[in-house]
């Protein structure tokens, strides 16, 4: 029914993760487009660590997030300098740079081939649990006063700074949550397929997971949910327009990209509140959400936390 | 030393070509503000289109290289009309930075899936019965003469671009929406036209590089635009934004040092030149060579 059976619900799961370590960054409202990198550096160290040291795969879920969160580090020292255009470009060019080394490193990451043979595979149990669990952390986030604090750094960071929120510091922090969370779905990205190759980990992935985030919604823990299953069932509902769905993805995204921004998640909540608004309920302050005046950065939601 | 010397002529040539690519890029960032992820999708369409417009008329190249311009002035006006003229006016900031790029992305989906029906996902090759290419000597260098033809057409149009936007009245109307739109419209320019013609513009010179590219290559696929992107955005970073010169010498420079790289470190290595070229320049000098001139304020 609607296309969905396991592989489905499988491949939406691992979505979902990868989506999720995209929308951490991207909520905080910075375009930083990195986050492949660190979903790289997950899936390589489940293959080098699995095919060549042996490691189990408790093991390599302690070791890449501890990777990817060092370099994550790393990289937003220089990072943290730029802003706008010249950090989504630079972080881009981080991605690059890592896939170019993918490929020419063969004795460490087997070159174009990549490494196969990744064991053990993963089942859609502990693909569910991961999701579940990172929901309801960023679920949790959200909702706390970090949550408020993130939100406002999206809608207008200068507010929030002047609110005493510490924008460097929380965007800092965004980074290297989106780092553990990339890395994490490439260890589960790579025993899932059994095998990692470079050519995953480029400029095609960072425009999808980005487009997954912003059609789901960049402002709720749900957005992701929602994009991945976009990006996930689309492909399936749409099986008589052939391979010509990618053109529904890219008329979606204009869409929402234009009349909402806040995604299908805050489409819905928008909704939602006119509806209840109409009926004549009175509602608290938070179900009147600010109109978003300044997008300069970020795309401004005007969402609740919830 | 023949043989470096040698490389580095033919990194020069290729460096043409990444400053016409360029050139449209910085043109729509710098006056606009606009990021144009559908750069590189326009610029592998409009080249699919001229294969496959040549495979079945035989038209000769330059003509093919006129349409691939008006092609690409066509997707151009689109891109305006549709996706950064609605944004614009959904949006309460002048700055559709951002918004810009998410719209541009999917209108590079939607450009690139085109490329990819059109062509089946298979590498489609250039007609030879359209341009064969000849080998060129030149002292102790050789080359091909689409290089040279690539090369010669890339400098025109950057000097015919740098012309008409510095020192015509449609290039000063350019600079002063880039500079201050509302002010501009006091003047009496229509920001409106002026934006439709800058994007114009801008999708052309990527047409008419993706026409050069296709002919150089002998052969296009749907994925070519993607690297020519990046290196694109580097090109631009390297020059500075919204710098015409700036994009001609930025792809020059990494034309010549993609062709060093390849000289010591193999070709294998030639892709990571321009990542390393564009995160050294935005820590050390993020202005490029020549600043931001179409919205320089000081």
Redesign the interface.
Known sequence: MLGINDTTIELWLLNCMLAYSAFAVLTGGS?TLAYVAFVAVGAYTAGIGSVDHGWSLPQEMVVAPLLAGLAALVIAR?LE??S???L???S???V??LQ??L??LDGLTGGAIGITGIDPPIGIGLLAACVAILALILRQLQVSNFGRAIRMTRVDPLVAGAMGVNVGRLRLWLFVLSAVIGAEAGVLRGHYFGLVTPDEY???TV?QL??MV?IGGVGSWLGPLIGAAVFTLLPEWLRSFG??R??V??????VI???S?EGLVGAARTQWHRRRHRRGVADDAAADPPPA???????AGGEEDR | MTALIQDLFNGLLTGGVYALFAVGLTLS?GALRV?N?AHGATFTLVAIAGVELSASLHVPFALLVVFGALVGAVIGVLLEL??FR??RA????R?????S???S??????L???S??WTDANVVNFPSSVFKSTQVDLGPLTTRSILLIMFGVAIVLMAATWYVLMRTQAGRAVRAVAMDEDAAGMVGIDAGTVKVATMAASSALAGIAGTLIAASLGAVSFTMG?PQ??KG??V??LGG?GSVPGALVGGLVLGLLEGLTGHVAGS??Q??T???L??VF??VR?QGFFGRPLVDRA
């Open positions: 375009f220089p300098r730029l706008g255009v010249y989504s470009i630079a881009v060019g981080v690059g740079l170019v080394l490929l020419n480029g400029f095609t425009v980005l487009a912003i391979d010509w990618e053109v993805t890219g008329v979606l995204l204009l990209i234009i009349v921004r005046t300044s997008l300069n950065g970020a795309l | 960032l990021m992820l549709v996706a609605p944004l959904g949006s309460a900031e700055n559709i930075e951002m918004p790029l998410v719209a992305l999917a209108v590079l989906f939607i690139q899936t085109i990819q029906q993607d992107l990046l955005f580097s631009v970073i934004i294998a290595w892709p990571a321009s990542f390393v564009l995160i935005l820590l993020p």
